[in-house]
């Protein structure tokens, strides 16, 4: 009878876990296409890809590092000490740096979306067609592990890789930096190629033309010549304004001033298909709304709820429809096109409308304040009031503690029920 010691156990690793559902990698074109590539192009050992997908999804997986040709990461396996694992990418040559420039400038569509901070799937079919590949291909990864497991990929460099397609998902432009440039080097380069025209080649006739057609567009007498702008550095921008006095440059031309009031958006022609789920009153009244948030901004309000979670924002929303010319009805329809309760919703619109985003926060949600700071709440609803954790509550009043120091006033909706309705303004604290 031959005895075999036992395998040893993995220890529990610190990174994140992947397991619910098992969702699969890459959630973004860029991720799958990764996937795909890791599965199917670059050949790595078939056999060892599922154990890696494992320990990926059960927290092995220390922080991804993407540096210029390589993904570096800490794996936990069966031993106290973390293995390294380095998954090598081969890097551009310069001609191919040039090749890729070349092409991806030459698309003004994708070029556009790049310079915007976009990473458009059809890039990677131009560079194909460009006999450039961005996605790897068979021997271009090279993992390698602190194992002592002979495999490449061993599960735990294969676990760094597909984790890779979760960086990918929040940031594709690290394709380049695995290709050996990182972002900015990469978008200047573009830029240099836009100022010059695409390719260095371009008629210079065709060029004058265009300047002349656009100087006469908006009435110019500047030289046409076309070509990188140089710009002007803080210092000089700075000497333009303390020459003015002197009869020198004419001033930089002030910012005119924002509208007294918000515009109204159009009235559309016809509704939209009914096979889209949107109504033109719907269309219009986030149109309304997004014409008054930019008004806040110009106007250089502090928050125009552009920052806000989606369950905030629609509470926001639902707040601005509390008029006597609107009523509950677009209320309801709101939270029907939310898939929410139009009565948790109103409530919702109610508490923004009092207390803004902490009045929100303690209509869903209660935290425990200190004790001291709760008998306010029971000196002004009165001796008998009871106190748990931030609510104060005498038989259908109640009073909530925020966390900015204010009484936000409650009202139950119904004897005998557990709901609680927003009744005014919040009380006390920095108003």
């Known amino acids: 009878m031959n005895w075999y010691p036992p395998a040893p156990k993995r220890r529990p690793g610190s990174g994140p876990w992947r397991a619910a559902g098992k969702r699969p990698f890459g959630a973004t074109w860029w991720g799958k296409a990764w996937v795909d590539a890791l599965e199917q192009r670059a050949r790595l050992d078939p056999n060892r890809l599922p154990r890696g997908r494992t320990y990926a999804r059960t927290g092995a997986v220390g922080e991804l590092e993407v540096r210029a040709g390589e993904i570096v990461a800490a794996v936990q396996g069966s031993r106290a000490k973390p293995y390294r694992v380095t998954v090598r990418v081969r890097t551009y040559s310069e001609k191919e740096w040039d090749r890729t420039l070349a092409t991806l400038a030459s698309q003004v569509g994708h070029l556009a979306a790049l ?16 006999k450039i590949d961005l996605l790897p291909v068979a021997g271009e990864v090279q993992p390698r592990c602190s194992c002592p497991d002979w495999a490449e990929p061993c599960k735990h460099s294969a676990a760094v890789c597909y984790l890779v397609a979760d960086t990918l998902d929040a940031d594709p432009f ?3 930096l695995m ?31 265009q300047a002349r057609r656009a100087a006469a567009d908006f009435g110019s007498e500047q030289a046409t010549s076309w070509g990188a702008d140089a710009g ?6 700075w000497a333009r304004w303390a020459t003015v006095s002197a009869g020198g440059a004419p001033p930089i031309p002030a910012i005119p001033l924002p509208p007294p009031k918000h515009g109204r958006p159009t009235v559309l022609a016809v509704d939209p298909p009914a096979s889209s789920g949107l109504t033109a009153a719907s269309l219009q009244q986030l149109a309304g709304d997004a014409a008054q948030r930019a008004w806040e901004l110009a106007h250089g309000e502090r928050s125009t709820g552009l920052e806000l979670p989606k369950a905030a924002d629609l509470a926001r929303r639902a707040a601005a429809m509390l ?22 919703l109103l409530n919702q619109a109610l508490a923004w409308r009092d207390g803004g985003s902490e009045g929100l926060f303690v209509l869903l949600k209660d935290w ?64």
């Open 115 to 130: 310079l915007d901070g976009e990473m458009p799937p059809g890039v990677a079919d131009d560079l194909a067609a460009a």
């Open 174 to 176: 690290l394709l380049f």
């Open 368 to 431: 425990d304040a200190p004790r001291a700071s709760m008998m306010g709440g029971r000196v002004l609803l009165g001796g008998r009031a009871t106190v748990r954790r931030n609510r104060a509550t005498l038989v259908d009043r109640q009073l909530r503690l925020g966390r900015d120091g204010r009484w936000y006033p409650f009202r139950r909706s119904g004897r005998g029920t557990g709901a609680w309705t927003p009744d005014g303004v919040p009380l006390g604290g920095d108003q």
């Open 232 to 237: 002007l550095s803080a210092q000089q921008a």
């Open 323 to 344: 008029t006597p010319a609107t009523g509950q009805g677009d209320i309801v329809e709101l939270a029907s096109s939310a898939g929410v309760s139009a009565r948790d």
């Open 179 to 209: 290709r050996g440039r990182d972002r900015d080097p990469l978008l200047a380069g573009l830029r240099a190629r836009r100022a010059t025209g695409v390719g260095g080649a371009a008629s210079g006739a065709a060029r004058g033309t």
